[in-house]
């Protein structure tokens, strides 16, 4: 396999796993941990456990944070392409994590927001053969520009592309003409009913006219590949679920590294969702996630 080039947010994550309901006004014990994040970092790093060789462009701050994920990314396998931001800083986002291990996100995505198109360097991309992007750079209206023109440039180049939408409530009047042309779209059924109204699998034939083919994650459900060709999917992996951050994150990198290896849809699939299974059993949203003792949950790919 040939290089992959992930461009999205890189951070860290403040991860706090509380049981119960949050007090509001009040206090809530938790479990607090501070983990590498970013869903691009997220993909890029779950992409080096499974094998590939993967770039990772994004924009941090002049800061520690900046360069703690600069080391942690490094020594995961990652080859960091970063811009530097000496007004804005590293990225930092709140996961709230309940006792069956969903969660929910406050994100500052701080120097990332400010990504510009000048933040990839064009040589990075006559060594890949890939390009995926996370949908984060498009959802930012003041990032989007930069989106946009790394998949021309993608495109240009001759790499097949992929975008993960990222996050149903954020999509936009214009997001599917921002992704035309794109190879293969990852959306969960959230962000798939956002785009077309249904979260039938077979509902994404919709987008075929837009994109060469969708791969769905339906959380417990399992995950979906859907093209000109048809209908595929297979089950989720039944398995404890401790922390949900960054599930869909590692199924793209899992299913992309089989998919650009030659691997059939079927296959590529289940690499996604083995993938999914490892992410969503620790805490964090990296494979550097360490273990929990917290009660299971649901398989789920959101």
Same mark, same amino acid.
């Given at each position: 396999m040939t290089g992959i080039v992930v461009v999205g947010d890189a951070g860290l994550d403040v991860v706090a796993r509380h049981t119960g309901p949050i007090v509001h006004g009040g206090d809530s014990r938790a479990s607090v941990t501070i983990e590498p994040g970013g869903a691009g970092a997220n993909t890029a790093v779950w992409l080096a456990a499974c094998g590939a060789s993967p770039v990772l462009v994004a924009r941090v701050g002049a800061d520690s944070a900046g360069r703690q994920v600069h080391t942690e990314l490094t020594t995961a396998g990652v080859r960091c392409a970063f811009a530097v931001d000496t007004e804005a800083a590293t990225c930092c986002v709140v996961v709230l994590v309940d006792d069956t291990g969903q969660r929910s996100m406050l994100p500052d995505r701080g120097a990332n927001a400010r990504f510009s198109p000048g933040d990839l360097d064009p040589g990075l991309l006559r060594d890949a053969s890939h390009l995926h992007l996370s949908g984060y750079v498009l959802l930012d209206a003041s990032?989007? !520009?930069?989106?946009?023109?790394?998949?021309?440039?993608?495109?240009?180049?001759?790499?097949?592309?992929?975008?993960?939408?990222?996050?149903? #409530?954020?999509?936009?009047? *214009?997001? /599917? %003409?921002?992704?035309?042309?794109?190879?293969?779209?990852? !959306?969960?059924?959230?962000?798939?009913?956002? /785009?077309?109204?249904?979260?039938?699998?077979?509902?994404?034939?919709?987008? /075929?006219?837009? =994109? *060469?083919?969708?791969?769905?994650?339906? @959380?417990? +459900?399992?995950?979906?590949?859907? +093209?000109?060709? *048809?209908?595929?999917?297979? $089950?989720?992996? +039944?398995?404890?679920? =401790? %922390?949900?951050?960054?599930?869909? %994150?590692?199924? +793209?990198? @899992?299913?992309?590294?089989?998919?650009?290896?030659?691997?059939?849809?079927?296959? #590529?699939? /289940?690499? *996604?969702?083995?993938?999914?299974?490892?992410?969503?059993?620790? =805490? @964090?949203?990296? !494979?550097?996630?360490? !273990?929990?003792?917290? $009660?299971?949950?649901?398989?789920s790919m959101t």
């Open positions: 990032s989007r !520009p930069a989106g946009l023109a790394v998949l021309r440039a993608a495109r240009e180049a001759g790499l097949t592309t992929s975008v993960d939408p990222q996050s149903a #409530a954020l999509i936009y009047d *214009g997001f /599917l %003409d921002d992704v035309r042309g794109v190879d293969l779209l990852l !959306p969960n059924t959230e962000e798939l009913v956002a /785009l077309t109204g249904s979260a039938a699998p077979a509902s994404a034939t919709a987008l /075929l006219d837009v =994109v *060469g083919a969708v791969a769905l994650t339906s @959380g417990a +459900d399992g995950a979906s590949w859907v +093209d000109r060709d *048809g209908v595929v999917s297979v $089950p989720a992996e +039944d398995v404890e679920c =401790v %922390d949900s951050t960054g599930a869909g %994150d590692a199924f +793209d990198a @899992g299913l992309l590294a089989a998919w650009l290896s030659g691997a059939s849809r079927l296959d #590529a699939l /289940l690499g *996604g969702v083995r993938a999914a299974a490892r992410a969503v059993s620790a =805490v @964090g949203a990296q !494979p550097s996630g360490g !273990p929990s003792r917290r $009660p299971a949950g649901q398989p």
